[in-house]
């Protein structure tokens, strides 16, 4: 692994952002994924998981301390935070010391990181919102249906044109406004369309074809992500992910295992996260 690879960015961290309203999407399963992966190319990450009830993120990575505890294995490991939400006061009250919350934690981590992921919940929650504000880039996870389609956008069900925009949409959009009014920073908006089955058929054209209306619209660049595959969903007990298989113990590698690493490399070259591409060549 090297050492000592920076982003090119110059006033700390590359803030990702994992958000989709939609649960079952694959979205900690892909943050997961992100993470090792930057972890195994020599960057410093941290991670804030803003949903403080079920924690999915938090716990692969309790998993991942277990597991590699139990087994002897040497894993790379993020810093891991949880942020719960203010639950005393009135509604702005606690509106307004999430916000504090969130934003002094970036802080105190944006000159110790390279990178720091902020995984959302699968709600519209005003922490949720403001992590969407404070991202470099932001990545949706969207399953390969019309069910995941809806949360960017209504589909018209004869056409397949798009009509107009979602709630989601829009909310990133304000986001997007946002930030650029507070420091002139742009978001780069990714979505990821996860669980694509390897056979052809007319819905994952059509669902594709959405999609490919949908980038020059809402100005998101649409790739692909994680492919229906088992192995992503029994790796989460063990806290393990494709990057770092070879240290799972004495599991051998299968034809969808090596499928599924292409999948996470390509993944990660698709995202053009700062300094990744450098990083991944010197490690050539």
């Known amino acids: 692994m090297n050492q000592g690879v920076k982003t090119t960015k110059n006033n700390g961290a590359h803030i990702i952002v994992v958000g989709n309203e939609k649960g079952g999407s694959g979205k900690s399963t892909s943050a997961m994924h992100i993470v090792v992966s930057l972890l195994e190319r020599g960057f410093t990450v941290a991670i804030i998981d803003l949903d403080a009830r079920q924690k999915s ?13 139990e087994h002897g294995l040497k894993l790379t490991m993020p810093d891991a935070h949880v942020l719960p939400r203010s639950e005393e006061g009135s509604a702005a009250e606690m509106e307004q010391k999430d916000e504090e919350n969130l ?7 944006q000159n110790e990181y390279d990178y720091i992921l902020i995984d959302c919940p699968g709600s519209d929650t005003f922490l949720s919102r403001v992590a969407h504000m404070s991202a470099d880039t932001l990545i949706t996870p969207v399953n390969d249906s019309f069910v995941d389609v809806d949360l960017l956008a209504k589909v018209n069900p004869d056409t397949y044109q798009v009509e107009k925009l979602s709630l989601y949409s829009e909310m990133v959009w304000e986001a997007r406004k946002k930030r650029a009014l507070k420091d002139r920073g742009t978001i780069d908006w990714v979505v990821m ?20 209306q949908l980038q020059k619209r809402v100005a998101f660049r649409y790739v692909p992500g994680l492919g229906e595959r088992v192995i992503y969903r029994e790796l989460f007990p063990k806290g393990l992910t494709l990057v770092d298989f070879r240290d799972s113990g004495n599991q051998k590698m299968t034809m969808s295992h090596v499928a599924a690493r292409q999948e996470i490399r390509r993944l990660m070259d698709d995202l053009k996260l700062a300094g990744w591409h450098k990083a991944a060549a010197a490690a050539e």
């Open 57 to 69: 993120l938090a716990r692969y990575i309790e998993n991942r301390q277990d597991y590699a505890a």
């Open 103 to 109: 934003l002094t934690l970036i802080g105190n981590l």
């Open 193 to 212: 369309r996860n669980r694509t089955s390897a056979l052809d058929a007319k819905n994952k054209r059509r669902v594709h074809e959405v999609l490919n």
